[in-house]
């Protein structure tokens, strides 16, 4: 078992987590439909690319390029016999740049949704997931993850699952949660929901908070209220989008400027983030301004929800609702099943 993660976490005040996967793959020559994971044997050298400026730009911790590496995700490409091939591959290839780059870098062994619905809304029970997300997390173990970072998630029974896999590794684990509907994951569960969640789990996440969603200024004000139900000494990791997606061109685009991405790294660091991150659509350039950012800054006072308005935009009434003295609105049963297939990470 490796104490690595822990041992950053103790010694230095914040960590630099580093950016998107699909959206750089994008501009690296991926189809769109086309699997990430088959680039671990079929374009190693592509991936360890993008490992390699990631670190260049600043990252502390390196995701590997495993997202979508569950039996249920990889069977929408034929490739569900490939779990162990893949995930150990995306394992060794972040292991290797990491251990190059000369200093202490993190390899997380990086594990999605598995794209389906769990009992009662679907047909996957626990002790299926649990078997899923434990396949995984034992190759990203073999391939030489120094932890278990379980990401994009929104309903209960998916983390619970989730976690219960990862521990089988006895590695570390960190979850973060998608805040993209209205405040709320599409599953319902408001930011208090999970931090009540992850303290409540055994063996609890060595770190938790939020990823992806709707924009910067979204996932900030949901952290504010994560903050405030979380315990006072936990680890709270932000990894938010580069800014709002927009069709262009019929390319999906962000909007997002490494000025942004570098306000919200330092609003993240006032309100007690210690892991910092970027989701979708954040490029090593957006990473190297993040780093610079936070490099430069002294912490200031939590924000208050209007700041991070006027810094970052707008956000949506639920999240508004969230630092008001509301829960903000959840969302129906049939409305989250309509909607429970997500883009794949970054």
């Known amino acids: 078992m490796t104490d690595l993660l822990a041992r950053l976490l103790r010694d230095r005040p914040y960590l630099l987590a580093d950016g998107a996967t699909g959206t750089n793959y994008f501009s690296m020559g991926l189809q769109t439909g086309d699997a990430p994971e088959l680039w671990n044997v079929e374009h190693p050298e592509r991936v360890a690319d993008l490992h390699e400026r990631f670190i260049a730009a600043g990252a502390d911790i390196i995701l590997t390029n495993s997202f979508g590496g569950t039996r249920h995700r990889l069977k929408l490409h034929g490739s569900e016999k490939r779990v162990g091939e893949l995930n150990e591959a995306a394992a060794r290839i972040a292991r290797a740049v990491a251990d190059a780059a000369g200093g202490e870098v993190v390899v997380a062994g990086d594990m999605g949704p598995t794209g389906e619905l769990f009992k009662p809304l679907g047909v996957l029970d626990f002790d299926s997931g649990r078997a899923a997300f434990a396949e995984q997390a034992e190759a990203l173990a073999r391939g030489g993850a120094d932890v278990i970072w379980i990401e994009t998630l929104s309903s209960r029974e998916e983390v619970e699952a989730a976690v219960a896999g990862a521990a089988t590794t006895g590695l570390p684990v960190v979850c973060t949660a998608s805040f993209d509907t209205n405040g709320h994951t599409m599953m319902g569960l408001s930011p208090g929901d999970l931090a009540g969640l992850c303290t409540g789990l055994a063996p609890p996440p060595i770190a938790y908070g939020a990823n992806c969603g709707v924009g910067a200024a979204e996932t900030v004000t949901c952290m504010l209220a994560l903050r405030d139900a979380a315990a006072p000494d936990a680890a709270l990791v932000i990894k938010a989008n580069c800014g709002i997606p927009e069709y262009i ?52 006072e939590k924000p208050e929800l209007e700041v991070v308005i006027q810094r970052l935009g707008t956000v949506s009434a639920g999240a508004r609702a969230h630092r008001e003295g509301g829960d903000g609105v959840a969302v129906a049963p049939a409305a989250r099943k309509s909607r429970r297939r997500r883009a794949r990470r970054g």
């Not at 400027?257 to 991150?277: N, Q, V």
């Open 249 to 300: 061109n019929s390319a999906i685009h962000y909007s997002g400027t490494p000025e942004l991405m570098a306000d919200y790294a330092r609003l993240a660091r006032d309100l007690g983030a210690r892991i910092i991150g970027g989701c979708c659509g954040t490029t090593p350039e957006h990473l190297a301004a993040m780093k610079a950012a936070l490099e430069a800054h002294e912490p200031g």
